[in-house]
């Protein structure tokens, strides 16, 4: 089980539904009160943002047409408050999480690499029609 934490906007069809299926699962897993320490060491769990992570990759799922038919409810995830304060803010390193769902994935890499060109070439619009006057747009006209 693993919480990649991305922009879900990249994340290929099997990830996406993947992601979504163990953040249901690391509730479960909570209310059950079972350990969580490997978890965390290994970069997979962040607790105090099960919910709202949920909540990210649903509306991603929606977007796209993908059935939802699994609600989590914020009651449902108050055993969270039961762990300790180390664990409830333990961080996933994001960084590090991304580059190894790139490297493992090569559809996720290529949305990635498609959706960080898109809002680029966003950026440079929005630059040419004189909206924002930095030393980027300088860049783009000289
Ligand atoms: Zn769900
Ligand atoms: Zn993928």
């Given at each position: 089980m693993r919480m990649w934490l991305v922009d879900p906007r990249i994340m290929c069809r099997q990830h996406l539904l993947g992601e979504h299926l163990e953040v249901h699962m690391f509730l479960t897993h909570l209310q059950k009160e079972k350990g969580i320490k490997g978890y965390l060491e290994n970069n997979c769990l962040e607790p105090r943002s099960i919910y709202q992570r949920h909540q990210n990759l649903m509306r991603e799922m929606i977007r796209r047409g993908y059935n939802h038919n699994s609600s989590m409810m914020e009651t449902d995830f108050?055993?969270?408050?039961?762990?300790?304060i180390e664990q409830q803010y333990w961080e996933i390193n994001k960084k590090k999480s991304l580059k190894t769902l790139l490297e493992r994935c090569k559809e996720c890499n290529d949305r990635n690499v498609q959706i960080q060109f898109a809002s680029h070439n966003h950026i440079v619009g929005e630059e040419k029609n004189g909206e924002v006057n930095n030393s980027e747009s300088n860049k783009v006209e000289s």
């Open positions: 108050s055993c969270v408050g039961n762990l300790s």
